[in-house]
């Protein structure tokens, strides 16, 4: 349960991003969808490290740039 949780909250928040990308630049691909996909997801993890908020986890940035990716694929 813990990890559908985790793997949810990984996904789906970012979405979002993926679905309004398209909106801002045009003609985005998916490799640059990944790009900004893994960027945020990293922006989001080092920020939770230099605030103490959590901890760094590649596996959330993996899951990140899955949702802003996926997102965009589906327009």
Known sequence: MI???????NIIPF???GILA???FRSI???KALVLG???GLTFEVMEVIFRVGIFDVD???M???GVT???ECL
Request: no cysteine; charged share 5%.
């Open 29 to 31: 691909s998916w490799q």
């Open 3 to 9: 990890n559908m949780v985790n793997l949810i909250g």
């Open 15 to 17: 979405m979002p991003i």
């Open 38 to 40: 893994v960027v945020t």
């Open 70 to 72: 996926s997102a965009t």
């Open 64 to 66: 990140n740039a899955f």
């Open 60 to 62: 959330d940035v993996i």
């Open 22 to 24: 398209p909106l801002v």
